[in-house]
């Protein structure tokens, strides 16, 4: 069963060809043999792996099972699991098993997915090279001493060693789409509130959107169905009509028009990357779709006003993180200040407490305005750029990111550096526009390298038909790592 996708683990499923047990069973001792190259998953909990497994097994016994009763999945470690700890790659949460479960696992589970474990990621999300976890690096799977990119990194990873036919990761500045991006693999983010973002723990409330990633556009459509709807447990949360994203999946692109941001090919991108995203330009052509080029005048401004944003929002939602309620209590201290500063001091990595820093700096009186107001102010301009390029154009393609994944520790002294890798990739969230990321291609080392697909708010059935029709005609996405 090693290297099938969802759709197929379905259909054995289905078919009789494999139980739910079985497979999940195969999966765990892949796991077991692959991941101390990888250190892509962090938690296993085979008893409930495998309970889950055979009430899996009961419901397809029984008949009309959900599709995807029996697929085996892994969550990024930031998604709250009854039962599992839920640590979010932290020694603050290290000892946390969570009392409830997000909704969005939820939703996967009472659609029949079987839990195999957890997947390693930066340290509360913060970072894009999955360093920053307390549980050590991950590796690419691609080629070990590169990084897997972050902050969903653990998840990118198992699903291009095919250790999970899926995983779920969250991407609050690309941290789904970076990452498959180095990994070689398909994930989506979709619009700013239609996944529930209830038992996600937060870093930047007002840009964490959950999404699947799986090796192919078809997955992630099937995935995506039994994730998104509303929630009364996230006040940011959208009531809107049920979609079937599979069924839009054979729409031809002939007449659709594809536009190509000036500034994403610009001098800071290399030379394979860009080749390779014209091989995608070719694809569409080919398939009847137009070309046009666009401009997103304020990308270069997305940076600055996303870290001042994202640090602002981290620094409150990590202030519950105290040494009091849950979490890592320092063992030794005088007084409550002194519990509270060594807690936090102890419990906490170098990434988040410089997150912390900034977003304390800019919020305070006195550089509000100038820091963090400004920062809103640029954040409207550039979802304005992206409403203005969408009256020429129906989806926008571009990388990624600049460069494929480069050596792991090569950014680890200069965050600022590991910061403007999130050029092409912060300002969808700034808008809060559904964006995926696909396979398109190789360089001359090996590495993958992932095309994005911007598309206007709910449109990601549109998004991942052209990622399937793009599927139809490449075997990029079937490349496997040989590990
Ligand atoms: N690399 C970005 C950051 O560090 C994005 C991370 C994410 O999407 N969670 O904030």
């Not at 694809?283 to 009847?288: I, K």
């Not at 390298?449 to 708010?457: F, H, N, S, V």
Request: glycine share 8%; proline share 4%; with cysteine.
């Amino acid at each position: 069963m090693k290297n099938t996708t969802v759709i197929e683990s379905v259909r054995a499923l289905k078919n009789k060809k494999i139980s739910a047990l079985e497979l999940a069973q195969e999966y765990l001792s892949q796991i077991k043999t692959q991941n101390p190259k990888l250190n892509a998953v962090v938690t296993l909990n085979e008893e409930c792996t495998l309970a889950e497994a055979k009430a899996a097994d009961k419901a397809l016994a029984q008949g009309n099972a959900p599709d995807l009763t029996g697929v085996p999945i892994i969550y990024k470690d930031l998604f709250c699991q009854k039962g599992w700890r839920s640590a979010c790659a932290s020694k603050m949460l290290d000892s946390f098993v969570s009392p409830y479960t997000a909704t969005v696992v939820e939703n996967l589970q009472n659609v029949g997915m079987v839990t195999l474990g957890r997947a390693n990621m930066d340290e509360f999300a913060m970072g894009s090279t999955n360093e920053s976890s307390f549980y050590g690096t991950v590796s690419n799977p691609w080629q070990l001493d590169a990084i897997a990119g972050g902050s969903s990194g653990g998840s990118a990873a198992v699903v291009a060693a095919r250790l999970a036919p899926a995983a779920l990761g969250s991407d609050t500045g690309g941290s789904i789409r970076q990452p498959a991006s180095y990994c070689g693999i398909t994930g989506i983010k979709p619009t700013y509130g239609m996944v529930s973002r209830f038992g996600m723990v937060a870093y930047a409330s007002s840009l964490d959107q959950a999404g699947p990633m799986a090796q192919t556009a078809e997955d992630c459509a099937l995935l995506l169905n039994s994730m998104v709807g509303f929630d009364q447990k996230d006040s940011t949360s959208l009531e809107r009509a049920k979609e079937d994203y599979t069924q839009g999946l054979n729409q031809p692109i002939k007449g659709l028009t594809v536009g190509l941001p000036k500034e994403y090919f610009s001098d800071g991108l290399d030379a394979e990357v860009a080749k390779a995203i014209e091989d995608v330009v070719a694809q569409l052509q080919a398939q009847g779709a137009n070309i046009v080029q666009i401009s997103l005048p304020h990308t270069e401004l997305s940076i600055a006003s996303y870290y001042v944003i994202a640090s602002a929002e981290a620094s409150t939602n990590l202030s519950r993180f105290d040494g009091v309620r849950y979490g890592y209590r320092t063992p030794q201290y005088d007084d409550l200040t002194d519990m509270y500063e060594k807690s936090r001091s102890e419990g906490f990595g170098a990434e988040v407490k410089r997150r912390i820093m900034i977003g304390t700096y800019v919020l305070s009186h006195g550089y509000y305005d100038a820091y963090y107001v400004k920062a809103q102010q640029l954040r409207r301009l550039i979802a304005n750029d992206f409403q203005e390029a969408f009256k020429k154009c129906d989806v926008i393609l571009g990388p990624v990111t600049p460069s494929a994944a480069y050596l792991q520790g090569s950014v680890q002294d200069d965050p600022v550096k590991m910061y403007l890798g999130d050029i092409y990739t912060t300002p969808v969230n700034l808008a809060g526009l559904p964006a995926m990321s696909l396979p398109a291609g190789f360089n001359s080392k090996g590495l993958p390298i992932g095309a994005q697909l911007i598309g206007d708010y709910f449109t990601e059935a549109k998004l991942l038909n052209i990622a399937h029709q793009i599927q139809q005609v490449t075997d990029w996405h079937k490349k496997m790592p040989a590990l």
